[in-house]
């Protein structure tokens, strides 16, 4: 009985004892509204993003673009608790992608992004006189293209914070195993004599 009260102090000690985790501090996104990856076809009003802690809106800049980099953010954001919204305001049908910056309790900057794709949108305006030799739409389609392929830099930075907390998950994993195994021994030990 001792014993199992030994290893069970162990097991909840173990967490005391490390070192706390550096990514702890990191502000991250949880959830957005529409979803990464997301095809829809009614536009929304807002987009929301959501964050594990909340984000300190003097250190917060969001902005949200279309196809042709064209800026549809339709307003300032709001801010409540862990959540922030922008007002959208549409243009074509394609892809937009909502990019943010937020600080995090320990100063680091965290930055990335969400893509959705607008499935219809407003009929684009009519190209000037000289936009249409200048030969523009058929840029945009090479552009829209190569743009999703530039996604592993924000999926970089993501996974750079996952793994700062990976590591941790694993040691506790293996703290947690030991203690149990050193417990078995223990009872057997115990059982022999």
Partial sequence: MARGLLVL???????????????????????S??????????????????FLASPAPATTKITVTGPDNVPAAGG?????????????????????????????????????????TLTT????????TTAAPT???????????ATPAASPTPAADEADDDEGTGWLWAVAAAVVLVALGAGLLLRRRSARR
């Fill in 9 to 31: 102090g162990l097991a909840a000690g173990v967490p005391v004892l490390l070192p706390a985790a550096p990514a702890a501090a990191h502000n991250s996104l949880t959830g």
């Fill in 33 to 50: 509204d529409p979803k990464n990856g997301a095809r829809v076809a009614t536009a929304p009003k807002r987009i929301e993003l959501r």
């Fill in 76 to 116: 300032a954001p709001t801010f409540a608790a862990n959540r922030v919204s922008v007002p959208f305001t549409p243009g074509a049908a394609g892809l937009y992608i909502v990019a943010y910056r937020i600080g995090s309790a320990d100063g680091h900057p965290v930055s990335g992004e969400i893509r959705f």
């Fill in 121 to 128: 949108g407003t009929a684009a305006a009519p190209p000037s």
């Fill in 135 to 145: 030969g523009a739409a058929p840029s945009t389609p090479t552009a829209s293209p």
